[in-house]
Every structure is written in structure tokens, then in C-alpha cells.
């Protein structure tokens, strides 16, 4: 029997290379967290997480208003809460009940009261940015603070967007355009109002969610590129592959290239991120659109499962586990308990908090299941199913032969340090 397509599952609903890029975005991060050495810019993990959650979301937005023309606001808000916050709330209850013990870690400047109220209100990145405020074990938090506010502004623009464009002629393309100048934009004010921090610190720029909104804006500019017929038969070319392999090299390649010293300059900001990001729009398309030995590699069963089902609980207990541990142990027997109680604590978040969550935020799930997969039957046999009516002026055929992961399934599309 010949072998499955290595991009998609055999229930054609998720692209597990995907799943598995978020393995390799979360183990930059908890590297670069640990000090390993050759990952001192491992932090470029969350501009992968950026740019793939954009990509998803939009991805999700516009096949809901493709099926039904209109998105439910209040719905996906209310699956973010239910998908996000009992792990959110686990590791912010641990974390306060021991803060006696790793309540100094990195300097916090935070009693625990007020690190878990920015934490569970998703102003980590406000603290950081206007207030210097440093949340210590919960300084993961800021990413998701950035993703959660970008979560309450993007979709009603969508819409707005959308309808402004509704019956045009090019209409994928002027929202395409209006993305990519908000995407140099962003990047060219945060090179231009980068400051020097003080004592090797994080500037503000990093922290500021208009100013690093860019990798966000881009994975919903690639959402639209994919939507596409001309996108999608660019990535499911052999210009797929060489983005797949372009990208992979770009992400990889940054550990190298953004060396000591990184928060000191502008050019980190204004190029050497965005440039990062560019890297990871590509990975992720080349991924979706085209099977190659990267996207075999990425699908690979536990590799795709860990990014799927852990990515999001070990970003936000990792910290935590490093607080505990390194004081104790240090060199590489450190660094492999932390790893190792960083696991067996978030498969056991994901069993027992995780997942009763996703049962009840599977209730708001929509009910026309039996239409939406003769819809995406016809679409696989036609190799592309119905689009935006939006973008109808524009071939706005969404990829259904390319499915990426439905938003129940989506387990860490945010994590992103």
C-alpha cells in the first residue's frame, strides 16, 4: 500500500507537519531558556508561534464565513477562553503557592498577587513594555498576552475588511496589500524607535503590541495567499519545496546569525526579526502545500503529537520547572531533569486539565456536521472547496486538499516567551 500523503492526516484535517513545527518552535524556546549553548537566540521560537497562529486563525475565520457568511464573534471568544485559560489558571495557581521559593526568579518585580492578576488578564506584555514590570516565573505570559489582544481586535477587522472588499475586483489582493504594509510598517517603527536598554534587557519594542503585531500580520497574510488558487498552486509546486527548505534554513539559520547582544541593536528589531518571520511564513506554506523530506520528517507520529498536544502546557511550565530545578542541579544534568519534569507536568496538565476543557468548548462547536463534510468531500474530490463569498471576485476557493487544523484541534497555536 503506497504511503500517505506526510502532510495530512488520514483524517485529511489536520497538516501534521504543522503539528510538529510547533515541536521545534517550543524546543528553541525552553534551549534557549535553559542556556544551552548554540540556542542563545532560541527565542526566535515565538516568531515561528507568531506567524503560525495568524495563519490558523485567519485560516479559521475565513472558512467560517466562507460556510455560513458571517463569523460568530462571540463564539471564538469564547473558545479561546475555554481552549487557553484552565492551563493559564493551573500554572498561575502553582506558580502563586510557590512563590516563596521562585517568587525572585529573574528579578521579578512583582508581588504574587499582582503577577498572577497581569497574568490572568493577559497584560503581560503592557507590564513589560510601559512599566518594566517583570512577572518572573510567569514572563511566558506576555506572548500569550500579545496573541489574546490581537485575538479581540483582528477578527472584527477581518470582517470590516471583508465588507469593504465584498464584490471587487482583485479583492484578495488589496487586503494582501494592505497586510504587507502593515507588516514593514510595523518592523520599520520598531528598528526606528528601538531604545538601548539597560543592564542587557529586553527593549521595549519587543514587548509592544503594535510594534511586534508584524509576525501575526503575516501569518494572516499568508492565510489569504493560500486561499488562493495562485497561492496554493505556488506552495504545491516545486517553489513549495524550495520555501519549505528556504524557510527551515532562515529559522535555523537565525541561531547563527542574531548573536550577544541582540536587544542592543535596532537592526535585530527592524531586520533580523522580521527577516525571521519572512523565514517562518515560508516554512509553514511550503508545509501546508507541498510533502517534502522536511514535512515527512515533521510528521512524524511523536513528533507531530508533542507540538499538538503538548507545545502549548510545556511553554507555559517550563519557566516554572526551570525556577524549581536549576537552583539544585546545573550543567546537563539540570537541564535534563528540567526537560524531563517539563514533560511528564504538561502530560499530565494536558490529561486532566486540558482536555476536560476542550470537551465543553467542543459543545460550540457548529451543528451542521453532516454538510460541512459533504463539503469537504466535494472539495477533495474537486481538490479545492468553497471560499469566501467575500473574495468571490478573486478565486476565493479555500484549500480543502491542504486542510489545516480545525480550531478544536488547534492545541497550541499560541505559545508562543
Known sequence: MPAADPTTSARRDRVLPLD??????????????????????????????????????????LREHARTGRIRLGRFWVRRVLRLYPTLLAVVVVGVALWGVV?????????????ALVAVTYTGNLARS??????GVFAPMWSLSMEEQFYLVWPP????????????RHARGLLVGALAVLVVASSVASGLLHEVPTSGSTPAVYFSPVLNVGPLLLGCLLSFVLDGERGRAFFAGRWGTAATWTGLAGVLGSLAVIGSGWQQT???????????????ALLIGGLAGRPSLVARALSLGPVAWTGRALSYPIYLWHVLMIALIAPVLSGPVGVLAVIAATVVVSVLSYRFVEQPALRLKDRLEPRDRGSRADAAG????????????????????????????????????????
Open 130 to 135: 510601559f512599566f518594566d514590570e517583570a512577572q
Open 378 to 417: 466535494a472539495g477533495r474530490d474537486s481538490g479545492a472547496s468553497t471560499g469566501s463569498p467575500a473574495l468571490a471576485g478573486a478565486d476565493a476557493r479555500a484549500h480543502a486538499d491542504l486542510e489545516a487544523p480545525r480550531d478544536d484541534a488547534r492545541r497550541a497555536a499560541l505559545t508562543r516567551a
Open 266 to 280: 535596532p537592526l535585530t528589531f527592524g531586520v533580523a526579526l522580521p527577516a525571521v518571520a519572512v523565514a517562518s
Open 103 to 115: 517568587g525572585t526568579y529573574q528579578g521579578s518585580t512583582m508581588t504574587a498577587g499582582g503577577a
Open 157 to 168: 477587522l477581518l470582517l470590516l475588511g471583508l465588507a469593504l472588499v465584498a464584490g471587487r
Open 20 to 61: 510538529g513545527l510547533r515541536t521545534l518552535a517550543i524546543a528553541l524556546v525552553v534551549l534557549y531558556h535553559l542556556h544551552v549553548p548554540g540556542f542563545g537566540s532560541g527565542f526566535v521560537g515565538v516568531n515561528v508561534f507568531f506567524v503560525l497562529s495568524g495563519y490558523l486563525i485567519t485560516t479559521l475565520l
